[in-house]
C-alpha cells in the first residue's frame, strides 16, 4: 500500500516536472526571437569584429558575409542560428574565432562557484539576522539589522563591489584585487570578496522577509499554545515558527539566485574575474553576435530552469500545492 502510494506521488510529480517544462519551451522560443532581432538592432559592424578593424577588400568582405550567414535575410539567419542552438551547436565567436561552446565551458565555472558562494553567504547571513531581528524586534539590534538591510537593498551590486574593493582590498590589504587563483582553494580565497558583494541584496530581502514572517509566527494561536504548555522558546523559534517561514524564503532565494547571475555580470567586472559576465561584456563591445546571443539566452534558461526548481520544492514541501494540483486534475 505505501509502495503504491509512493509510485502514486512520483509519478504525479514527474507529471508536474514535464508540464512546467513544455510551458518553458514556448517561452524561451519567444526570447530568443527578442534576443536576436534586438542585437541586430544595435548600430555596430560584425565584419569588423570579425577583422579585428582591419581593412579588407571586398571580396573579402563578401565571403566572411557569406560564411557567417550575414547575407541573409534576418529571419533566415534567425532559422539558422536557432536550429543549430537546439542541436548543441552556438556558432563560432566572431572574435575568438572559436566556438561558442567551448568559450562558455570554460568560462562558465568561475561564475557557478561565483554565484554559489554568493548564495551560501546570503543564507548564513541572512536566516540568523532575520530571526535575530525577529526575536529582538524594536530593540537597538533590530534597528541596526533593519538599517543594514535598508543599506543592502538600496545600494546597487556594482557600488558594494567598489566599496568593498577599496576597504578590504585598498585598505587593508585582506584580498587581492583581481583575478582568479590557479586551483578550487585559491579560486575561493579570489572570489570571496566578490561573493560577499553579489550577496549583499539577497541577505537584505531573505533577512527581511524572515524577521516579518517570523514575528506573524510569534503571535500565531499554535505559537501562543506552544508557550503556555512550557516548550523552550528556542524550540518554538527554530523548529516550528522558522520552518513555517521557508516557503516564502525558498521563493525569494530561488528568484535571488536567477537575479545573482545577472548580478555576476558586474561583479567578474569589477573584479576582473573572467567568468560569462566578462565574456558578455566582451561580446556587446565587440559586436560578437554568437556570443551575445548565446549567453543572453542561457542565463535566461537558467532563470527559468532555477524557477522550475522553486516549485519542484514547493511541491514537495507543500501539501496545499499537490492537493490544488490534484484537485484540478481530477
Not at 585598498?170 to 553579489?198: D, I, Q, V
Not at 541577505?203 to 505559537?223: H, P, Q
Amino acid at each position: 500500500m505505501e509502495y503504491s502510494l509512493y509510485r502514486l506521488k512520483v509519478n504525479f510529480i514527474i507529471r508536474y516536472v514535464l508540464k512546467r517544462i513544455l510551458l518553458m519551451l514556448p517561452i524561451l522560443l519567444a526570447v530568443s526571437v527578442v534576443i536576436f532581432f534586438l542585437i541586430r538592432l544595435t548600430p555596430s559592424d560584425p565584419i569588423g569584429s570579425i577583422t579585428s578593424g582591419r581593412r579588407i577588400n571586398d571580396e573579402t568582405r563578401a565571403s566572411l558575409t557569406a560564411q557567417y550567414h550575414l547575407d541573409k535575410s534576418l529571419p533566415r539567419q534567425y532559422l539558422i542560428w536557432i536550429s543549430n542552438a537546439i542541436r548543441g551547436n552556438l556558432g563560432d565567436s566572431f572574435r575568438h574565432r572559436q566556438p561558442v561552446g567551448a568559450l562558455l565551458a570554460a568560462r562558465l565555472p568561475v561564475t557557478i562557484q561565483l554565484v554559489l558562494m554568493s548564495a551560501m553567504f546570503a543564507i548564513l547571513l541572512a536566516v540568523p539576522a532575520g530571526i535575530m531581528s525577529a526575536v529582538k524586534r524594536h530593540t537597538v539590534i533590530d534597528r541596526v539589522i533593519s538599517a543594514f538591510m535598508i543599506f543592502c537593498v538600496s545600494s546597487p551590486v556594482f557600488l558594494n563591489a567598489i566599496l568593498l574593493m577599496l576597504i578590504f582590498v585598498l585598505r587593508l590589504r585582506w584580498f587581492p584585487a583581481f583575478g582568479t587563483g590557479n586551483n578550487f582553494m585559491e579560486n575561493l580565497y579570489y572570489l570571496c570578496l566578490p561573493a560577499f558583494a553579489l550577496s549583499l541584496n539577497m541577505v537584505a530581502l531573505i533577512g527581511r522577509i524572515i524577521r516579518d514572517r517570523m514575528i506573524v509566527e510569534f503571535k500565531s494561536n499554535y505559537a501562543l499554545a506552544l508557550s503556555a504548555k512550557g516548550t523552550p522558546f528556542r524550540q518554538i523559534v527554530i523548529t516550528h515558527c522558522f520552518k513555517n517561514t521557508l516557503i516564502p524564503v525558498i521563493t525569494v532565494a530561488g528568484v535571488q539566485i536567477g537575479a545573482m547571475v545577472v548580478g555576476a555580470v558586474l561583479v567578474e567586472n569589477v573584479f576582473a574575474l573572467g567568468g560569462i559576465g566578462a565574456l558578455l561584456i566582451e561580446g556587446i563591445q565587440a559586436s560578437d553576435y554568437p556570443v551575445v546571443q548565446s549567453i543572453m539566452l542561457f542565463l535566461v534558461s537558467l532563470f527559468l530552469i532555477l524557477n522550475l526548481i522553486v516549485d519542484i520544492v514547493y511541491f514537495i514541501i507543500d501539501p496545499r500545492i499537490r492537493a490544488s494540483g490534484s484537485a484540478g486534475r481530477t
